[in-house]
């Protein structure tokens, strides 16, 4: 059998490791336009210089030998034919498969704002050579602005602050009224935002970006950009800005294919089976946000049912974001929100001391969300009562010291068991 994977990160590789274990003599060739391994969640521990290639690399340096898998490295996907079961690779390369698993993820999405395209000094934030554009551009730029305060919004300016070569003054700019919108409340947000204040970022939120500047001495670069903020039309020198507004999944290649996606991404069942047989997909390639906890086991699940033994994906959560600026540990389950909409849905929020917050939405006995910062040691408990989808209204005390004694008990083999 013949296996090729498309894409080198959480869900190409794990499932490229997978497929190993499981087929001591397939032939295994795995393609990506990356020529190093390393993880998306960490680079701006890169960007700031906490780390290394090697630091941000999450495999053995022996990987592909041990595992006896070819790695086309460096090459992109142009084409698939899935009639003639080939891949046709940036340098006219074919590669033919039995059967492929579409992990190719995703790349900055740049919104239609005058000159944000083409210019060499307007960066996204998805990749390694991302990372080295920024790190350079950097050294020497003395404004540097972040469009889009989401999570990749967050590592670039975390990643810029912690950067000792970086002395440049720092703006970061949201549509939204508040930093991480999708994974945190105001109160939860405000935590982060004292942390840029105090670094000497300036911020700006009810904002739109209306226009890039081009440097009237360089028609390659831009020099400043045009915004409203709180309704008044401001200027903000920049000779650098990161573009942060999103993503789009790489399934260009897809185009001339009966393999359907749309606009948000590649669609594939929980199987990762997509409408084609022997076409499997996993990972952001999706377009629905997927963290990297996901995309590791979404990876192993197709590449399972590639090798003929059934996996399902069916312990993930809608949203899921772990995330720790500035030494500040918080954890979004679901999307409270959509959540605090809901008619009936009941919201409690508890501040400890030493900075610890919670907040959990519930209805009808179930836990739909919840927010945690400052200390995870609860959110075991937490990811356990939604997965399980446990009834809690049973249970006598407060919504934040339900533990584990209080729905699982131990069986006779010794196993944790949840006690309905």
Same mark, same amino acid.
């Given at each position: 059998?013949?296996?090729?994977?498309?894409?080198?990160?959480?869900?190409?590789?794990?499932?490229?490791?997978?497929?190993?274990?499981?087929d001591?003599?397939?032939?295994?060739?795995?393609?990506?336009?990356?020529?190093?391994?390393?993880?998306?969640?960490?680079l701006?521990?890169?960007?700031?210089?906490?780390?290394?290639?090697?630091?941000?690399?999450?495999?053995?340096?022996?990987?592909?030998?041990?595992?006896?898998?070819?790695?086309?490295?460096?090459?992109?996907?142009?084409?698939?034919?899935?009639k003639?079961?080939?891949?046709?690779?940036?340098?006219?390369?074919?590669?033919?498969?039995?059967?492929?698993?579409?992990?190719?993820g995703?790349? +900055?999405?740049?919104?239609?704002? &005058? #000159?944000?395209?083409?210019?060499? $000094?307007? !960066? =996204? *934030?998805?990749?390694?050579?991302?990372?080295?554009?920024?790190?350079?551009?950097?050294?020497?730029?003395?404004?540097?602005?972040?469009?889009?305060?989401?999570?990749?919004?967050?590592?670039?300016?975390?990643?810029?602050?912690?950067?000792?070569?970086?002395?440049?003054?720092?703006?970061?700019?949201?549509?939204?009224?508040?930093?991480?919108?999708?994974?945190?409340?105001?109160?939860?947000?405000?935590?982060?935002?004292?942390?840029?204040?105090?670094?000497?970022?300036?911020l700006?939120?009810?904002s739109?970006?209306?226009?890039?500047?081009?440097?009237?001495?360089?028609?390659n670069?831009?020099?400043?950009?045009?915004?409203?903020?709180?309704?008044?039309?401001?200027?903000?020198l920049?000779?650098?800005?990161?573009?942060?507004?999103?993503?789009? +999944?790489?399934?260009?290649?897809l &185009? #001339?294919?009966?393999?359907?996606? $749309?606009? !948000? =991404? *590649?669609?594939?069942?929980?199987?990762?089976?997509?409408?084609?047989?022997?076409?499997?997909?996993?990972?952001?390639?999706?377009?629905?946000?997927?963290?990297?906890?996901?995309?590791?086991?979404?990876?192993?699940?197709?590449?399972?049912?590639?090798?003929?033994?059934?996996?399902?994906?069916?312990?993930?959560?809608?949203?899921?974001?772990?995330?720790?600026?500035?030494?500040?540990?918080?954890?979004?389950?679901?999307?409270?929100?959509?959540?605090?909409?809901?008619?009936?849905?009941?919201?409690?929020?508890?501040?400890?001391?030493?900075?610890?917050?919670?907040?959990?939405?519930h209805?009808?006995?179930?836990?739909?969300?919840?927010?945690?910062?400052?200390?995870?040691?609860?959110?075991?408990?937490?990811?356990?009562l939604?997965?399980?989808?446990?009834?809690?209204?049973?249970?006598?005390?407060?919504?934040?010291?339900?533990?584990?004694?209080?729905f699982?008990?131990?069986?006779?083999e010794?196993?944790?068991?949840?006690?309905?």
């Amino acid at each position: 059998m013949k296996y090729v994977i498309i894409g080198a990160s959480a869900a190409g590789i794990n499932g490229a490791e997978n497929l190993r274990s499981l087929d001591k003599n397939a032939d295994i060739t795995l393609i990506s336009k990356d020529t190093d391994i390393y993880s998306r969640c960490i680079l701006h521990h890169y960007i700031g210089g906490m780390r290394d290639i090697d630091g941000i690399n999450f495999v053995d340096k022996d990987f592909f030998e041990k595992n006896n898998i070819n790695w086309i490295k460096g090459r992109e996907v142009i084409s698939l034919n899935e009639k003639e079961k080939t891949i046709t690779l940036d340098n006219n390369e074919v590669v033919s498969y039995d059967k492929v698993l579409i992990a190719s993820g995703s790349r +900055p999405f740049f919104p239609p704002i &005058e #000159n944000i395209n083409g210019k060499e $000094n307007v !960066v =996204g *934030l998805k990749s390694l050579d991302d990372c080295n554009k920024i790190i350079e551009i950097s050294k020497k730029a003395k404004n540097i602005v972040v469009i889009g305060a989401g999570l990749i919004g967050m590592d670039a300016i975390s990643g810029l602050i912690h950067n000792k070569n970086v002395h440049a003054n720092l703006s970061l700019i949201e549509m939204s009224d508040r930093l991480l919108p999708l994974q945190l409340d105001k109160e939860a947000s405000i935590t982060y935002e004292k942390k840029l204040v105090e670094h000497g970022v300036k911020l700006f939120f009810d904002s739109k970006v209306t226009k890039l500047n081009v440097n009237p001495n360089n028609p390659n670069l831009i020099n400043s950009l045009s915004l409203i903020d709180d309704g008044r039309d401001v200027e903000l020198l920049a000779d650098l800005v990161i573009v942060c507004a999103g993503v789009k +999944p790489n399934v260009e290649f897809l &185009e #001339n294919t009966s393999i359907e996606y $749309n606009k !948000v =991404g *590649l669609l594939f069942n929980e199987k990762g089976e997509t409408n084609v047989k022997d076409v499997y997909g996993a990972g952001d390639i999706s377009g629905n946000g997927t963290i990297w906890s996901v995309a590791v086991k979404e990876g192993i699940a197709a590449t399972s049912n590639m090798a003929g033994k059934t996996r399902v994906m069916d312990d993930f959560f809608f949203a899921k974001s772990t995330m720790n600026f500035f030494d500040i540990p918080t954890l979004s389950l679901g999307c409270l929100h959509i959540y605090e909409k809901t008619e009936g849905m009941i919201i409690d929020s508890l501040r400890e001391r030493d900075g610890v917050y919670k907040k959990i939405a519930h209805k009808n006995g179930k836990i739909y969300g919840a927010i945690i910062q400052g200390d995870l040691s609860y959110t075991g408990v937490l990811t356990q009562l939604i997965r399980l989808n446990i009834d809690i209204s049973k249970i006598k005390k407060s919504i934040f010291k339900i533990d584990y004694s209080d729905f699982f008990n131990i069986n006779s083999e010794l196993e944790f068991e949840y006690k309905k």
